[in-house]
């Protein structure tokens, strides 16, 4: 299973390292939805709840132009019938998948963070980076649980590009909900407030639960 | 088969339906705060109950389906999405008069039960996108039964979440500060949800009925003209 993983994984990142065809685009994605943000706020800075609002649903966003993606080099290209016909556990794609992903994510915010303390914050960013890093990290692994499910469904339908942002978006409220509220205090004026620990501990549950459940039906998306 | 029993059941809701509702225009008495207005609580509460258990169900049966791989399982399934969404869409429009009579808004954001239910119903109102964008019989009935699953366990968390950014606004009428409601209200409120879960049931066992007939008439059908292709469908909607 580990080493199916790290093969899958390490067969994503190398594809996405020649092709570039997810990352940068998610990047460039990202940061116009900030710019885009300035624009419709009207606003030079925001703070607070603003703050925490306009970086998630950019984060969101960027993420179903990756979730739209993930997959397609498997469909088009034989990889699900290659991967079917290896001995090896089908949920390893599905973690595989997850990880690569989740390194995407990472590499956008390296990229999304900074261009929003330039473009927008108001509270400096270095007293919240800690639990920012936190909250992202957590807020990424609940993107990444229901996103890869959902990429994986929307893969095999006529109408990919729609049903995957139909799916995801409704699932993935929670995952907003908690994220926006754990990063509001630390973006506040004035200096970051205490992590709310209740909106972590819910974060955490949720990417747990829907880990669980993704885990246990993503087999039987992979079967002919 | 699944038409046995359906005279009884039909007649069994009509007669608990239009008794909840004569208890709830003759016998309950008017809240004192909201006034008659209230009595809409005996259409939208059971109504929301019974939508969510419908979902929940769903994903039951879904999850059947994925073990058994028996194309009863996913047909019970969006049979009882399907209802369900009917009743979702009639506890929004209820929910917001309500909210508009009592509160004097369409629509409460700060309100957790209005909020969870919309965002809900929005994840549902995919099921049929999703399930008529695959043409596989097979792969649509095992995609729309991970959709049911994931969805249907989706429900209780979000309510959950939800619930978290609370407030205040919304009546608390069963859970824990239940001490408020008279028990002539209780016990009609409970007539009304019990008649909810019959039409329901009614409901699903009637489109289950209709679907399996269906079903056998093309079986039959099939026999005689030794050719599927004859009988056009005239749905896209799963059949056993």
């Known amino acids: 299973m580990l080493r199916a993983v790290g093969a899958i994984l390490r067969k994503d990142l190398l594809l996405e390292l020649r092709t570039r065809e997810s ?12 710019v885009v943000f300035h624009f419709a706020l009207n606003r030079p800075t925001v703070e607070g709840d603003l703050a925490a609002g306009v970086l998630w649903v950019s984060f969101l966003f960027a993420a179903m132009l990756g979730l739209n993606r993930l997959f397609v080099a498997e469909e088009e290209q034989g990889g699900f019938d290659g991967f079917l016909l290896a001995p090896i556990d089908r949920t390893s794609l599905y973690v ?19 261009a929003f303390a330039i473009l927008l914050l108001e509270p400096g960013l270095w007293q919240a980076l800690p639990g920012l890093v936190l909250v992202l990290l957590l807020g990424d692994l609940g993107i990444c649980a229901v996103g890869v ?55 955490a549950l949720y990417d747990a639960v829907f880990a669980a459940i993704a885990y246990a039906v993503f087999d039987d998306l992979l079967e002919d | 088969m699944h038409g046995k029993g359906l005279r009884t059941l039909a007649f069994l ?12 225009f003759f016998w309950t008495p008017n809240e004192a705060d909201q006034g008659f207005v209230q009595k809409i609580f005996y259409l939208h509460v ?35 999405i399907h209802l369900s969404q ?4 009639g506890v929004l429009i209820t929910g917001s008069i309500w909210a508009k009579a009592s509160w004097g808004h369409w629509w409460l954001w700060d309100e957790p039960m209005l ?53 205040y606004v919304h009546p608390r009428t069963l859970g824990t500060t239940t001490g408020g409601m008279p028990s002539e209200m209780m016990l009609t409120f409970l007539i009304a949800l019990a008649g909810m879960a019959l039409l329901f049931v009614t409901l699903w066992k009637y489109e289950m009925a209709s679907k399996s007939a269906g079903a056998q008439v093309r079986a039959l059908r099939l026999r005689l003209l030794g050719d599927d292709d004859a009988l056009p469908r005239r749905s896209a909607a799963p059949t056993l």
């Open chain 1, 23 to 34: 990352v940068p685009a998610m990047a460039i994605f990202g940061v116009t939805t900030l």
């Open chain 1, 96 to 114: 595989a998948k997850a990880l690569a992903l989740l390194t995407y994510l990472v590499i956008i915010e390296l990229i999304a963070v900074p």
């Open chain 1, 149 to 203: 499910l959902v990429s994986a469904i929307g893969i095999r339908t006529r109408a990919r590009d729609l049903i995957v942002p139909l799916l995801a978006l409704p699932l993935l409220i929670p995952v907003v909900i908690a994220s926006v509220a754990a990063t509001a205090p630390l973006l506040a004026q004035g200096g970051a407030e205490a992590l709310p620990g209740r909106w972590l501990l819910t974060l």
């Open chain 2, 13 to 24: 809701t009509a007669l608990t339906l239009t008794a909840a509702y004569a208890l709830v």
């Open chain 2, 46 to 80: 059971p109504m929301a109950i019974v939508a969510l258990c419908g979902f929940v169900a769903g994903g039951v049966a879904g999850l059947m389906y994925l073990r058994t791989r028996d194309g009863k399982w996913d047909l019970r399934a969006y049979v009882a």
């Open chain 2, 86 to 89: 009917i009743l979702a869409c």
């Open chain 2, 115 to 167: 909020v969870s239910f919309l965002i809900v119903f929005l994840l549902y109102a995919t099921y049929q996108v999703l399930r008529f964008s695959i043409e596989d019989r097979e792969r649509q009935a095992r995609y729309a039964s991970v959709f049911a699953v994931v969805a249907g366990a989706f429900v209780p968390i979000n309510f959950a979440v939800v619930r978290m950014a609370q407030s």
